[in-house]
């Protein structure tokens, strides 16, 4: 999802500055509640503040699993929410006349900055979903080898299992590409695949995978980008709120929301050079920063797990997979043939499993990348009406 070509595709749109659309928006956003708020002079900010708050307390009580795919979907619908309406919000800051225009300036450039750097995150996102896909492919060998109307033999589950072992091999996180816990996994799918012949080709064949797929450098860190995102982020002195007639906070808010974001999406989805250790340096002052750091401690404390230290992501769905190839892969090494009865049932049994967790990623998978997408445009287009506003504000004709 390349800036340019969004910014080319859409160019008769977004030349419009987001702060000329006020006269056609004012009645539209006193109707939402953003404007008239007394304490901000006309900018009811606080209901603003109040609005992530709520977003950060469903997500936190959500039903859906934590860095489950439906809860990522639900987080990423509430940032993109959060995001439209902090554009609103930029609309109506500049009817004001009483804002030190340095000092919005220096917050606002630094909020373009911040998101801009978020676009590769995004990339790099998309192409961990690509890379789970590859992953289901491969799980549909298994799923076709081991077919419920088939006969269980010996040639099928030779097939499950090289189809098993290549997952394994394609599952690793490049960091640790050379873990031992790994290798011992793909020696208990067959002696017959251990061999330093069949892992070359593996490898190879992943190389070649990523050679055509990845949008992001190799050098390209995830980890790096979120400190990126992060590095001097701090809430606004009293000064700095005066001077910005109070948009000052809120900037502060939706570049914290942003790094959250992105940090949840980074430990969710396989990503290239992870990392999690971000520091939010957020005041309990704000009314979204309990719920928001209750998740980030969640989050933490699930990457911390025995058994999910090594794994190369953290989204739910990808722990089942785990799960589901290590038990099938457990029960072909243990099978004898002719398979006794109670054998096939239970194979039966754990396939049906794994094809009903595939359907249900598979399902999940689309709309979430296009919520992704979104999120990119989102961020590309607020910057170029940004940048045009700022350009007709220091020109004015």
Request: aromatic share 8%; charged share 25%; with cysteine.
């Given at each position: 999802?390349?800036?340019?070509e ?13 702060f000329s ?17 007394s304490g ?12 992530v ?15 489950s795919l439906p ?6 619908e ?9 554009k ?33 995150v995004c ?7 690509e ?5 289901l492919k ?10 419920r109307?088939r006969?269980?033999g ?23 590409s ?8 793909n020696r208990?799918?067959?002696r017959?695949?251990?061999?330093k ?16 797929s ?5 050098s390209w ?15 606004p ?21 942003l790094?959250?974001v992105?940090?949840?999406?980074v430990?969710?989805?396989?990503c ?5 250790q ?16 209750s998740l980030h401690?969640r989050i ?9 230290r ?7 769905e990808i722990h ?21 009865e109670e ?13 009903s ?7 999940g ?12 445009h ?5 910057r170029t ?9 220091n020109n004015?004709?």
């Open positions: 999802m390349p800036a340019t969004y910014s080319s595709a859409g160019s008769n749109q977004v030349g419009r500055s987001i659309l006020r006269r056609d928006q004012l009645n539209s956003m006193e109707s939402h509640g953003l404007s008239g708020g901000s002079g006309g900018l009811d900010l606080d209901s603003f503040q109040t609005h708050a709520d977003c950060f307390h469903n997500l936190s009580s959500s039903s859906h699993d934590v860095l809860w990522l979907r639900d987080l990423l509430s940032f993109i929410r959060i995001h439209q309406e902090f609103t919000l930029l609309i109506l800051s500049s009817t004001k006349t009483h804002i030190s225009k340095p000092t919005v300036d220096r917050y606002i450039s630094d909020y373009f900055e911040r998101h801009v750097k978020a676009l590769d990339n790099a996102i998309r192409d961990g979903m890379q789970m896909r590859q992953w491969l799980l549909d060998i298994v799923l076709v080898a081991l077919d109307d006969t269980l010996e040639g099928q589950f030779r097939r499950a299992k090289k189809a098993l072992v290549d997952l394994a091999i394609a599952m690793l996180d490049d960091k640790d050379s873990n031992t816990t790994v290798a011992h996994r208990s799918f067959g017959n695949n251990n061999t012949d069949h892992q070359h080709q593996q490898h190879r064949s992943l190389g070649h995978f990523r050679s055509l990845w949008s992001v450098s190799r860190s995830a980890a790096r980008q979120l400190q990126a995102i992060g590095n001097n982020l701090y809430a002195r009293p000064n700095e709120i005066l001077a910005s007639s109070g948009l000052a906070p809120a900037v502060f808010t939706i570049n914290s929301v790094l959250f992105m940090w949840a999406l430990a969710a989805i396989p290239q050079d992870r990392g999690l971000v520091h939010f340096n957020v005041p309990r002052s704000f009314a979204w920063a309990g719920p928001m750091l401690e933490m404390d699930e990457s911390k797990r025995r058994d999910r090594n794994a190369c992501a953290l989204l739910k089942q997979i785990e799960w589901c190839s290590r038990v099938i892969g457990d029960l072909a090494d243990s099978a004898h043939f002719p398979l006794a054998k096939e049932r239970e194979v039966r049994q754990r396939v049906q499993e794994l094809s967790l595939c359907q249900g990623i598979k399902e998978l689309d709309p979430l990348e296009r919520q992704v997408r979104e999120v990119f989102g961020i590309v287009k607020s009406e940004g940048l045009d506003s700022f350009g007709r504000m004015p004709e």
